[in-house]
């Protein structure tokens, strides 16, 4: 079974950029879509990205379409979550999930985005 | 405001049943999307609870079952125990909105 690990969370000030990564192991990307999916302190899950097994298929929510892009680096195992133009409200835990037929199969422990001045 | 609707919290002794719902629409639950059901325990990631509306990943007991009929979904805990304390989560995928919803999450206390 793939484990994932997030990494490259922090604090931010407003209209910054953070780069997240979300590194595997245990089983190549290749075979693997992702999301990922973030939890603002207190608050529920909500689905930010998606990546298919290549680059060319990715989605996004529109809370942060256009702001970030998801991209995979499949020689590397690991898929990144580029973010621009930070908000308060992207302030979150920040998951990468597995997906599979629809659902995420296996979860991440999350990096920590702190967007604040 | 979440896509899927939840109750915030549910409560029940142990040993008893207890029920968790989630409401969609036609574009999501109610179209051909399956439901799916994550456990969440404090201060952990979100782990799969129940996929394909019915159907439990290796190592989740059987007192956990899932159902769906309509734009609606729910999910069943039987023989509570202290550890099913957790936040509950359903997903699906919306068609409108080209992609994955969650509820809003349900705390249940036991």
């Known amino acids: 079974e793939v484990q994932l690990v997030e990494s490259g969370g922090g604090l931010v000030q407003p209209g910054g950029s953070l780069r997240l990564s979300c590194a595997a192991s245990?089983?190549?990307?290749?075979?693997?879509?992702i999301s990922w999916v973030r939890q603002a302190p207190g608050k529920g899950l909500e689905w930010v990205s998606y990546?298919?097994?290549?680059?060319?298929?990715?989605y996004y929510a529109d809370s942060v379409k256009g702001r970030f892009t998801i991209s995979r680096d499949n020689a590397k195992n690991s898929v990144y979550l580029q973010m621009n133009s930070l908000r308060a409200e992207d302030t979150a835990i920040y998951y990468c999930?597995?997906?599979?037929?629809?659902?995420?199969?296996?979860w991440g422990r999350g990096t920590t985005v702190t967007v604040s001045s | 405001q979440s896509v899927l609707t939840q109750p915030p919290s549910v409560s029940g002794a142990p040993g008893q049943r207890v029920t968790i719902s989630c409401t969609g629409s036609?574009?999501?639950?109610?179209?051909?999307?399956?439901v799916h059901w994550y456990r969440q325990l404090p201060g952990t990631a979100p782990k799969l609870l129940i996929y394909g509306n019915t159907n439990r990943p290796s190592g989740v007991p059987e007192r956990f079952s899932g159902s769906k009929s309509g734009t609606s979904a729910s999910l069943a805990i039987s023989g509570l125990q202290a550890e099913d304390e957790a936040d509950y989560y359903c997903?699906?995928?919306?068609?409108?909105?080209?992609?994955?919803?969650f509820g809003g999450g349900t705390k249940l206390t036991v």
């Open positions: 999930a597995s997906v599979y037929h629809y659902y995420m199969d296996v």
């Open positions: 997903q699906s995928y919306d068609s409108s909105l080209s992609g994955w919803v």
């Open positions: 245990g089983s190549t990307l290749t075979s693997h879509s």
């Open positions: 036609s574009s999501n639950i109610g179209s051909f999307y399956d």
């Open positions: 990546s298919g097994t290549t680059s060319t298929t990715t």
